[in-house]
């Protein structure tokens, strides 16, 4: 058994966290959020229904400590579970009633203390607020994404007018359409023309002044290649600007309010790492000698290191850690895990997602080498100490 890793999951039960760039760790980091579910093999279908709560660090015996259930959930971000910013013991997620998709913040007692009137795709920093896109829409797209059971209003158009980006004041009883799917198709209309559009992810910066989305077209022909271009603005929807047009791009981190890393396809055809600054033509590399392929990077608290990991080859997946000022990458672990071979494993995959803890000594990921998905921390402070 590996000393450095310990898995906080019960033995033998499918529980997951999700994404890469979400709290799961609680400050104190005494718990850690996370999804139970009774099967990994297929697509969740509209009244398969994810167990939602948290796991104690402590605990001896790893035990699973249900708070409430959904059925808006996908294997890759699951419910967009979350630690509400600025309040202890509170949690966001989302949840479908009826016909419709809805953010709710509950405490760990399982109280529901608010349902908001959209679903969230990402949450303020300091808690003030929360963003929204179409899940339904995305779920046409990319289904390890998207939450089945509620129909795209909007499926027969392009661009509408009425879908696109929402703000959710957490005071307010009512979303806000920011920017529009009309709006952004103005805005990339030198690259994508009248193509069918979507927002596939959506990061906020620290402060929770800007943030960074990924617009993407629908294939052109089923199972076809897609072109992405990231787009910045304000957390109001003004100010919107092209960051990158390359066609290529992946997953991102803000390491400040104006900094923010992204995997990219440069010029010379390589995927690699690279670092913008908002509002702001060029980029530069990180360091393309050691990042080769995509995968999901994140800062460390003091932004001193990057968690890295790879997609699956050979049926192995590596978590890296990079230090960005000796500019030296180490793999820290090689882990057992599937090939992504067919179209479902594409959707149902089990990626590392590695995620910090707040001290900044610890990291969290998600696993399947035990043969059943499972959430486990590592140990860092070996490692952070060379």
């Not at 760790?25 to 939602?52: N, Y």
């Not at 995968?295 to 590596?318: A, F, M, V």
């Amino acid at each position: 058994m590996d000393e450095l890793i310990k898995r906080i999951s019960p033995s033998g039960q499918h529980c997951f966290y999700g994404y890469y760039d979400l709290p799961a760790w609680s400050h104190d980091e005494r718990l850690h959020l996370a999804h139970r579910v009774s099967f990994t093999d297929r697509i969740p279908e509209a009244d398969d229904r994810a167990e939602v709560g948290y796991l104690k660090l402590e605990d001896e015996v790893p035990l699973f400590y249900p708070v409430s259930e959904t059925t808006a959930w996908n294997f890759q971000q699951g419910s967009m579970l979350q630690w509400l910013p600025g309040q202890t013991g509170t949690m966001i997620f989302n949840q479908r009633s009826g016909n419709s998709f809805h953010g709710v913040i509950y405490d760990t007692a399982g109280k529901c203390l608010k349902k908001l009137p959209v679903p969230i795709a990402n949450v303020d920093p300091r808690g003030r607020f929360a963003m929204s896109i179409s899940f339904p829409r995305m779920m046409a797209f990319r289904p390890g994404y998207g939450y089945v059971g509620v129909e795209d209003l909007f499926q027969y158009k392009s661009q509408p007018e009425g879908e696109g980006i929402m703000r959710i004041d957490f005071d307010a009883k009512s979303a806000e359409l920011i920017l529009s799917l009309a709006d952004l198709g103005e805005l990339c209309r030198p690259y994508f023309g009248k193509r069918k559009l979507l927002v596939n992810h959506l990061n906020l910066n620290p402060s929770g002044t800007r943030f960074i989305a990924l617009v993407r077209h629908f294939p052109d022909v089923p199972n076809g290649p897609f072109k992405t271009i990231a787009v910045t603005a304000n957390a109001d929807g003004s100010d919107p600007y092209i960051l990158w047009d390359g066609g290529v791009a992946s997953h991102y981190h803000w390491r400040d309010d104006t900094c923010i890393s992204m995997v990219i396809k440069d010029a010379s055809g390589l995927i690699t790492l690279a670092e913008f600054q908002d509002k702001q033509p060029g980029y530069t590399l990180v360091d393309p000698g050691f990042f080769l392929d995509d995968g999901h990077q994140s800062y460390s608290p003091d932004r001193n290191w990057l968690l890295y990991d790879s997609y699956p080859k050979n049926g192995l997946r590596d978590l890296y850690l990079y230090d960005l000022f000796k500019k030296k990458g180490q793999c820290l672990r090689t882990l057992k895990s599937e090939d992504i071979d067919t179209p479902v494993k594409v959707e149902t995959r089990c990626d590392l997602h590695p995620r910090w803890s707040p001290a900044g000594d610890s990291v969290s990921f998600d696993s399947i080498h035990e043969g059943y998905r499972g959430i486990y921390v590592m140990d860092l402070k070996p490692f952070l100490r060379t």
